[in-house]
C-alpha cells in the first residue's frame, strides 16, 4: 500500500514537472509548442505529429513538416494557441522567433509556476489524505494493528514530505530559469 502511495505521488510529482516545461523562459524550447494542435485533414494532432521540431538557437523554433501543404494549417494553428508566437515561413519552414520577455511577462509567468506548484501540492495532499483513510478503514476491520498504522501513517508522511519539497524545488528552478532567461 505505501508503494502505490508512493507511486501516486510519484505521478503527481511528474504531472507537475511537465506542467512547469510547458512554461516559456526566456530560452527556445520545443516544449514550448506542445499546447499547439493542427487540423490534419479534419482532426485535431500535435505539431509532432505533422512535423519535426527543432531549436537551431535561444530566440528561434524550427518547424519542418513532413508535408509542405501543413504549412498553413501550422501556422493558423501556433497562432490560435494564442502563446504569444508570429510564425513566418519560406515554403519549406515554418520559424517561430521567441520575443524576449518583459520584466512583467516574467513575473506573470512566476505566479502562473508557483500557481502550477500548489496544484500539484494540493494533488500530494489529497494522495496522502486518501491512503491515511484507507489506512484507518483497515484497522477499524481489524485487518492491521493500530501500530501498523501508526507505522504507516509515517512513512506516507514522509512521502507526503518528500513530494511537497520535491515540487517546491521545481517551481524553485522554473522560477529562476524565468527571470534569468
Known sequence: MI???????????EATR?????????KATITFLDPVR???????????QVANLS?????????SPWDPKQIPAIEKAIREANLGFNPANDGRVVRVPVP???????KELCKKAREIGEKGKIAI??????????LEKKEKNKEISEDDKN?????????????????????????KDIMEG
Open 3 to 13: 508503494k502505490q502511495c508512493d507511486e501516486k505521488m510519484k505521478q503527481a510529482i
Open 18 to 26: 511537465h506542467e512547469l516545461m510547458t512554461l516559456r523562459t526566456g
Open 38 to 48: 493542427v487540423d490534419y485533414y479534419g482532426s485535431k494532432v500535435p505539431l509532432q
Open 55 to 63: 531549436v537551431p538557437d535561444a530566440r528561434m523554433i524550427l518547424i
Open 100 to 106: 524576449a520577455l518583459t520584466e512583467e511577462r516574467r
Open 125 to 134: 495532499r489529497h494522495i496522502r489524505h486518501e491512503f491515511r483513510e484507507e
Open 151 to 175: 507505522e504507516g501513517f509515517e512513512k506516507i508522511q514522509k512521502l507526503h514530505d518528500k513530494a511537497i519539497e520535491d515540487i517546491q524545488h521545481s517551481v524553485t528552478n522554473k522560477e
